[in-house]
């Protein structure tokens, strides 16, 4: 990894900064939450506007104690999803840390698996004291490079496009009212512990596909592009999860699955959702090409 | 207990649930169509990451349930064979 950022503040202070922001930060999170018995039926766990079918025919034909009873679930799906994807992403850091090549930030990545372990904690707590359940992740993992550079490349990038992804849920929630107290509070935890990862996470793709643009063939570069545009569209997709629909009591829940994904408004949510991390992968030059496209606003 | 045999081409070609399984696939890759009940799915890469999850999600409704975590691992999904050994067969 180059050493600095185009004559710019060098790499290592960057990191040091961010690894001081992470010591100051330190919180114990097994005392930090306020676990109730029970939360609230008949209130939504996840702000309406996030949920799946927000925007279609269905928000508006579903009486609102079955959207309160989809919201439950959604939240779980989301939280498992973070879960799932918080194992994958240690997996892999595990892996790099104080290997060749990761030198400059291995000493971050010592706060990394700290906090991503902890997130995964609370993540869990919740699941399965109001879910009863972590939803199973339905996606299979199978290598497609062999490189090693271009497999650090892809995996540093799926990270980055999951916590952005997340981000953008936890934003939403923090400080929505109407959600239950704990629900907000595990929004706000995340959000502010992600900032500081996201920044890394920016700073380690940027200068590690610098490194690779100058070392390796246009054609890798555009496969390593096509995989992350997989990528995001399988967390997005992962949103409209069958069985969520099925616990929630809505019939045909993979058909209900794909008509929502078919929909104009879902498809503007996605533009959303991905801004700020395809906006990053745009500018870069990672992608060459939205996966999901903004509408053009109107003057 | 004894183990079932392989099924036999015949057995699986019979199977309306894998004659779904093959329909869907050739929607989604036109080159399907020469896919064998052996080909390796993952190896030929008949299927991005994205189809693979909607594959997956399409053997459950066929099949009129979920498929459990652990059979999530690429060698269940290996062939359509295996697909039929781990999921359809009755």
Redo the contacts between chains.
Sequence with gaps: MSATAGGQRPLKDLFQRLIDLSVDAYYNPYKTFVWPEELPRGRYWMSPELLSVHGTPWMEELPEERLHVLAQWEIVNFLSLSAHGIRELLLHVLQCIHTPGFEDTSEYFHHFIGEENEHMWFFAQFCRRYGGKIYPTKRLKFDRFEDPGLRNFLAFGQILIFEEIGDFYNRSMERDGRLPAIIQQINHVHHEDESRHMAMGRLILKHMHEDLRSSVPEESLRALEASLRGYMQVVIEAFYNPAVYADAGLAEPYQLRRDLLAHPARARFHARAVERIQGFLLDTGIFKEPVYASEERAV | MHPKSAPSETEIEQSREMARVKAWLLTVNKEAGTVGWDTDL?AERIL???Q???F???I??VRGR????QM???EC?QSLRAIYENFLRP
């Design positions: 993952i991005d990451s994205l693979m999850v909607n997956l999600l399409y459950e409704e979920e498929i459990r975590e999530i691992r690429p999904f």
